[in-house]
């Protein structure tokens, strides 16, 4: 079953603007990654938050994550067209090893 | 260094065909894992490895099979070809034995089909 959800499924906005993704998950975690995918390419990792940080930055991106709203959102700022992917949410538990990953939110930037 | 390589790109099978999907990474990777991508699905994890030898099932391994005989390779094997099996394959790696803690390195899929 998904952990991560991510919200909304698709977001289309021009260049320069910001974006906001957002992702929810139901249990408790240790971890959690973002993802970056290009159209027909693999996944490429962004940022990693952990349970005891609320806020991290890379560059133009900043993750946010509350574990008592079970929520994290992810933040590109001053967008450009090369940031047009899918973004991934995926949550980790240190019990079974594994990532679990969303479904993903369809960012457009259109120049 | 070309990080996680996965061969073939592309691939048309028929219903009940068998066939092996090649995953290497240079990267001295412990874990390795091995999702399907369906629209719609996000990522499922298929069968995953911390470390030679030792591999263990995922969300949705029916019809597959792995094994783990060197660090650097982790083919995925389809023993007989089912159009539900029809899905872009991901092939990821990470230090460490756990993908929960450890940023992936994915490769760039191989895109299936079965008739």
């Known amino acids: 079953s998904q952990q991560g959800e991510e919200d909304p499924q698709a977001l289309s906005i021009q260049e320069g603007e910001n974006a906001t993704m957002n992702c929810s998950y139901k249990?408790?975690?240790?971890?959690l990654q973002w993802y970056r995918q290009n159209s027909g390419r693999g996944l490429v990792h962004l940022i990693l938050i952990r349970s005891n940080e609320r806020e991290k930055h890379s560059g133009r991106l900043r993750v946010t994550l509350d574990t008592s709203k079970k929520s994290s959102s992810l933040l590109i700022t001053a967008s450009r067209a090369a940031d047009t992917a899918s973004y991934f949410c995926a949550t980790g538990l240190s019990s079974n090893y594994k990532l679990t990953f969303g479904k993903g939110t369809l960012l457009t930037v259109n120049p | 260094n070309a990080g996680v390589t996965q061969t073939p790109k592309f691939q048309v099978l028929k219903t009940g065909q068998s066939m092996t999907l090649q995953c290497a990474q240079d990267m001295n990777h412990e874990y390795m894992s091995w999702y399907r991508q369906d629209p719609g699905m996000g990522l499922r994890l298929i069968h995953y490895s911390v470390g030679a030898g030792i591999t263990d099932q995922g969300e949705v391994p029916n019809g597959y099979n792995v094994s783990r005989s060197t660090t650097e390779d982790f083919p995925l094997r389809l023993l007989s070809a089912a159009p539900s099996q029809t899905s872009v394959y991901f092939c990821?790696?990470?230090?460490?034995?756990?993908?929960?803690?450890?940023?992936?390195?994915f490769g760039d899929g191989t895109r299936l089909s079965i008739l």
């Open positions: 249990t408790s975690i240790n971890n």
């Open positions: 990821a790696s990470s230090p460490g034995q756990g993908a929960y803690n450890q940023p992936q390195h």
